[in-house]
Structure formats: structure tokens, C-alpha cells
């Protein structure tokens, strides 16, 4: 099952999140484009939906390699979501990071708060990376 999710004020954002289920109960919901201020409420949006279900997560992945950029709106919202699912129990991972969200990470001192993955998951790589300008 693969959902997208669009801001209806904006039929083309500059920010396209992809949400589907991937084995063991993991849900991964697929960054592409930019976050910033303008962004941020769609991405909050997106980590909602992905922490609450359907399905449930029992852990959740955010896949950050389609993400070009991420301003501090962005961070705070990951950061949102990091408390949200701690409180649900829910283990949620940053996975493949862009560089420049590493540098972000690193600069602000949050890649210590973060489980970060350097290396996509194996069901991560049986399907052909979205890039930005793809439609759905």
C-alpha cells in the first residue's frame, strides 16, 4: 500500500511525502523536496498520520534521501515526532539522511537524539527512488 499526501492549498508543493508499510511492522514515510516554514505544517501532517495509522506502526522510519533541504521549521517538526512516538512507544529512525539534513543534524547537536540509518534497508532498495518533479 503506498499513500501520498498533498496539501490541498497547494496541488504542487514543494514538499512530496510518500507513507507505506514495510515488513515487521515498520511504516516508512518517504521525505521528497524541501521543508521549510512554508512546508513544515504538511510534513507535521505526514508524521501524524504515519504515528497514529492505519497501520499502526510498531516502528516508524522517516526517509530523508529524497530531501533536498531542511530549514529549523523542518527539524523542529522531526523533532515533534521524536517525542510523539517516544510517548507511543513507537522507535522512529531517520533513515539515509541527504547531506545536507546531516550537516543540520550535526550543527544543531541533534544526530545525538536522533537513530540515524546511513544505509537504506534492504526493502527500501527493491523500489526505485522518487526524485523531486516525479509525479505520483
Do not use: Y
Not at 508524521?47 to 510498531?58: K, M, N
Not at 516502528?59 to 517516544?86: K, M, P, T, W
Amino acid at each position: 500500500m503506498k499513500t501520498s499526501w498533498h496539501d490541498d492549498a497547494d496541488p504542487d508543493p514543494d514538499l512530496r511525502t510518500e507513507h507505506r508499510p514495510a515488513p515487521d511492522g515498520t511504516v516508512v514515510l518517504s521525505l521528497i523536496g524541501a521543508v521549510d516554514m512554508d512546508t513544515a505544517p504538511l510534513l507535521a501532517h505526514a508524521l501524524h498520520r504515519a504515528l497514529t495509522g492505519p497501520p499502526a506502526p510498531e516502528r516508524l522510519v522517516i526517509d530523508c534521501s529524497g530531501l533536498d533541504f531542511c530549514s529549523s521549521s523542518g527539524l523542529n517538526e522531526l523533532l515533534r515526532a521524536r517525542r510523539a512516538a517516544a510517548s507511543a512507544g513507537v522507535p522512529l529512525r531517520l533513515g539515509t539522511p541527504s547531506p545536507q539534513v546531516l550537516r543540520l543534524l550535526d550543527i544543531t547537536g541533534t544526530d545525538t537524539v536522533f537513530e540515524i540509518a546511513l544505509t537504506p534497508p534492504a526493502h527500501a532498495l527493491s523500489r526505485p527512488r522518487p526524485r523531486r518533479g516525479d509525479r505520483a
